[in-house]
Nanobody
Framework: QVRLVESGGGLVQPGGSLRLSCAAS????????MSWYRQAPGKERELVAH????????NYADSTKGRFTISRDNAKNTVYLHMNSLKSEDTAVYYC?????????????WGQGTQVTVSS
C-alpha cells in the first residue's frame, strides 16, 4: 500500500518559518515527481511547489517563490517544504502529492494533509 504521511504543520507567527515533511512508503520514491498543494477554507486547492523525479528541477507558485523551498531526499523517501517569511495568507491545509506517468494511466497519490496556521 502507498502511504504519504505529512508532518511539521502547526501554529507560527507572521514572518516565522516552518518545515513540512512528507514520508513516502509503498512506492519507488525516486520514480515519482513530488508536489506540495494547499487548500484554505472556501478556496480551491492550489499548487505550491513541485520537484521532478529526474534532475530535481523545481517550480513554485508566484505567491511563494523566494520564500518557500521544496527539496527531496531519495535515500529517506522524503520530500520537504521549507517555508520562510510566512504570511497570514499562507494559512491552509498542506497536502503532499506523488505522480508517475504509466502506460494507460497516471499514478496519483495524496497524503492526509497537515494544518499550517500563521497568526500572531
Amino acid at each position: 500500500q502507498v502511504r504519504l504521511v505529512e508532518s511539521g504543520g502547526g501554529l507560527v507567527q507572521p514572518g516565522g518559518s516552518l518545515r513540512l515533511s512528507c514520508a513516502a512508503s509503498g512506492l519507488t520514491f525516486s520514480s515519482y515527481a513530488m508536489s506540495w498543494y494547499r487548500q484554505a477554507p472556501g478556496k480551491e486547492r492550489e499548487l505550491v511547489a513541485h520537484i521532478t523525479s529526474t534532475d530535481g528541477s523545481t517550480n513554485y507558485a508566484d505567491s511563494t517563490k523566494g520564500r518557500f523551498t521544496i527539496s527531496r531526499d531519495n535515500a529517506k523517501n522524503t520530500v520537504y517544504l521549507h517555508m520562510n517569511s510566512l504570511k497570514s495568507e499562507d494559512t491552509a491545509v498542506y497536502y503532499c502529492n506523488a505522480v508517475k506517468r504509466g502506460i494507460f494511466h497516471d499514478y496519483d497519490y495524496w497524503g492526509q494533509g497537515t494544518q499550517v496556521t500563521v497568526s500572531s
